[in-house]
C-alpha cells in the first residue's frame, strides 16, 4: 500500500492558461474523489469516480473543470482558462467498494497569478 | 445553517492536556463519522471512522458519536507538541462524498 500520489505538488500558472493535475489512488480502490481546498476552509467536493464512471459533480465544478479516469486507475483533473479564484489545494482520496474512510493525497497546490 | 458546524478555534493547550474537538451536523442521513488530521500545507491523514453512536478508541485518541444530538467529538488525552495540526470532521452519507467542518487548528504548547 503505497498511498495515494498526486502530481504535481505544486503548481504556478498565469491567469489564462490551462493546468491538469494527476491522482494515482491506491491500487485496490475503486472510488477516486477530487477535493479543493481553500485557506482556512475544510476540504469541498468536486466530484466522484467508480472505476471509470464519474458518477457525481459538484456545482463548484464549472464548465471549465474537466475530469477524466480512463480505465479505471489513475485520475485527471484539467483546469481550463484559469482564473485567480482557482488558486487551492487541489486534492485527491481513494476508497473501496465496499466502504469505508477515504484516503487522501499530499494535494496539489496551484496558484494562478 | 451549514451541514457540519465546526469551532475554528484555535485552540492552545498546554502539553498533557486532554483536547476536546466537536462538531454538529444537521443531516440525519449522514451515517460515517471521520476525523483527519491535517497539518500545514499537506493532505488530510485520517485518524478515526466510525459509523455508530458510541465511543471509539485509538490510543490517545477517544472518537465520539451521538446521532440523536447530531453531535461528534475527538478527545485527545496527553496532548503533544507533534499533536499540534488542524483537525477536521467529515461525515459521508449514501452517497459516498465527505462533508467537512471547516477544521480546528490546535497548538500544543511544550
Known amino acids: 500500500d503505497t498511498g495515494v500520489s498526486q502530481d504535481p505538488r505544486h503548481k504556478i500558472t498565469k491567469r489564462g492558461q490551462n493546468v491538469t493535475f494527476r491522482c494515482d489512488p491506491i491500487?485496490?480502490?475503486?472510488?477516486l474523489y477530487w477535493y479543493r481546498q481553500t485557506l482556512g476552509q475544510g476540504p469541498e467536493f468536486l466530484t466522484y469516480?467508480?472505476?471509470?464512471?464519474?458518477?457525481?459533480k459538484s456545482r463548484l465544478l464549472s464548465d471549465r473543470f474537466s475530469a477524466e479516469r480512463p480505465k479505471g486507475s489513475f485520475s485527471t483533473l484539467e483546469i481550463q482558462r484559469t482564473e485567480q479564484g482557482d488558486s487551492a489545494m487541489y486534492l485527491c482520496?481513494?476508497?473501496?467498494?465496499?466502504?469505508?474512510?477515504?484516503?487522501f493525497g499530499p494535494g496539489t497546490r496551484l496558484t494562478v497569478l | 445553517q451549514k451541514e457540519v458546524e465546526q469551532d475554528p478555534g484555535p485552540l492552545s493547550v498546554p502539553e498533557g492536556a486532554i483536547v476536546s474537538l466537536n462538531c454538529t451536523y444537521s443531516?440525519?442521513?449522514?451515517?460515517?463519522f471521520m476525523w483527519y488530521r491535517q497539518y500545514s500545507r499537506k493532505g488530510p491523514e485520517l485518524l478515526m471512522y466510525?459509523?455508530?453512536?458510541g465511543n471509539k478508541e485509538d490510543g490517545r485518541f477517544t472518537a465520539q458519536v451521538d446521532k440523536s444530538s447530531k453531535y461528534i467529538s475527538l478527545f485527545i488525552r496527553d496532548s503533544q507538541p507533534s499533536d499540534s495540526a488542524t483537525y477536521l470532521c467529515?461525515?459521508?452519507?449514501?452517497?459516498?462524498?465527505?462533508?467537512f467542518g471547516k477544521g480546528t487548528l490546535l497548538t500544543v504548547n511544550p
Open positions: 482520496a481513494s476508497s473501496r467498494l465496499a466502504g469505508g474512510p477515504g484516503y
Open positions: 491500487s485496490e480502490h475503486n472510488r
Open positions: 469516480f467508480q472505476n471509470e464512471a464519474q458518477l457525481e
Open positions: 443531516n440525519s442521513a449522514f451515517q460515517y
Open positions: 466510525t459509523y455508530s453512536s
Open positions: 467529515a461525515l459521508e452519507g449514501s452517497n459516498y462524498k465527505l462533508t
